[in-house]
């Protein structure tokens, strides 16, 4: 059994130097402050962090794999609290992630599925970030980018995009800027990323390509989401490549497409 995040019902947190705050909702009808934070009761998963950046507020959406339990600001660090988990998750208090608990399970969670999360993660893959690159989509297509960081060294215009090189990308942040506010949305990956950007026209779809898969994650120019990236269960090139990434017979290759297609 594969457990994916999924963003139910999230928790919004509001972080700045005149808001530490879990926001209202419909299940609460008021604000809690993160100090000393909150026991969260029902089903809400996923996390929306809002920060202001640069004058704008920015929001960066997290999905979860189980339900948050629990909130709170300890030391200037945001600790967010799943059911099942070992850890927390650790962000710093401008909202920087520090710390990711995908697949953190702990034992006796775990236990209660006899074991198969044990003998079938192996076969799936862990998304994650790693180096993500952070794309721009911005109000206008001509000025959206790739952003530079630690390791790009410079904005690299999306269109006609860039073939990402050096040290391995896994998973990718959009920020979305619609000239009021910025939106935030992490996609961890399973493969390292090899090229970001806009093929043709400059209206056209936004394309994030991970090694060993023949469909890519591709976006609308306003950055909505419209295709997760795949495998094709028919395709040689992509049989190989999962035969040799993850060291699998033909047989359990076939085990591996059949559980990629059910997450």
Request: net charge negative; charged share 30%; proline share 5%.
């Amino acid at each position: 059994m594969k457990i994916d995040g999924k963003i139910e019902k999230p928790i919004s947190i509001r972080l700045g130097a005149n808001h530490n705050i879990i926001m209202e909702d419909e299940d609460s009808k008021k604000e809690f402050p993160l100090t000393p934070g909150a026991i969260i009761s029902g089903e809400h998963y996923g996390f929306i962090l809002i920060v202001d950046h640069n004058g704008k507020q920015r929001e960066v959406v997290y999905s979860t794999q189980c339900r948050i339990n629990a909130i709170e600001m300890r030391d200037g660090v945001l600790r967010i609290f799943e059911e099942g988990k070992k850890l927390p998750w650790n962000f710093t208090k401008h909202g920087k992630l520090e710390h990711s608990i995908f697949n953190e399970f702990t034992d006796e969670f775990k236990s209660k599925f006899d074991g198969f999360i044990e003998n079938e993660e192996p076969f799936t893959g862990e998304p994650t970030l790693l180096n993500p690159i952070h794309i721009k989509i911005a109000k206008t297509p001509q000025e959206s980018v790739i952003l530079k960081d630690e390791i790009v060294k410079e904005d690299y215009p999306l269109h006609p995009g860039a073939v990402l090189i050096g040290n391995p990308h896994y998973g990718f942040i959009l920020t979305i800027d619609n000239g009021q506010e910025q939106k935030e949305v992490v996609y961890p990956t399973q493969n390292r990323l090899y090229y970001a950007g806009i093929e043709g026209s400059i209206y056209d779809d936004i394309k994030v390509m991970e090694d060993g898969k023949y469909h890519p994650w591709l976006f609308e120019s306003n950055g909505n989401l419209k295709q997760e990236s795949s495998y094709n269960p028919h395709s040689n090139v992509d049989r190989k490549f999962i035969a040799e990434h993850y060291g699998l017979s033909e047989t359990e290759v076939e085990k591996f497409l059949v559980m990629q297609k059910k997450a």
